[in-house]
């Protein structure tokens, strides 16, 4: 079984999917960390210009699904809903978090790669569609 967990920049994705992954024994993937390996960066701005990656981050992610069978597996991070419709029958969770909230988190974090703004951040997350994950969850 395969559970995504999607939603804007700094909602909570990750905090929420590793303790989802810890309580059910499962596997947690990060999309963002299949980014940075085909990408060869940690720079934001490089990784946001992926949008083109869809098939290759498909490709990542079934190869470790693959490889973690048959362990249920948290994926966090999508911003693509190929990726989502690659995958039919998972289950799909948004979380939702104030823009505000969101903007302190990302502010107060030390990410490696997070040189640019929230609000520039953000743009590219739009960009990349996290819009049309956010409408495809919902009307499922």
């Known amino acids: 079984m395969i559970t995504f967990v999607c939603g804007e920049l700094c909602s909570g994705k990750t ?5 989802l ?3 059910t024994d499962s596997v947690y993937i990060e999309i963002g960390d299949i980014v940075r390996e085909i990408k060869n960066s940690t720079d934001r701005k490089v990784l946001q210009d992926s949008k083109n990656l869809a098939s290759a981050i498909i490709i990542g992610l079934s190869s470790l699904i693959a490889k973690n069978a048959p362990k249920r597996c948290i994926v966090s991070g999508a911003r693509q809903k190929a990726i989502l ?3 039919p029958s998972s289950t799909v969770l948004w979380i939702h978090c104030p823009r505000e909230e969101r903007k302190s988190r990302y502010n107060q974090r030390a990410r490696e790669g997070d040189l640019i ?6 743009k590219g997350d ?3 569609g996290i819009d049309k994950v956010k409408e495809y ?3 499922l």
Do not use: D, W
């Open 117 to 122: 703004s929230f609000e520039e951040a953000e």
């Open 85 to 87: 419709k690659a995958f």
């Open 126 to 128: 739009k960009k990349l």
């Open 15 to 19: 905090v929420y999917s590793k303790a």
């Open 137 to 139: 969850i919902l009307k």
């Open 21 to 23: 992954a810890s309580l």
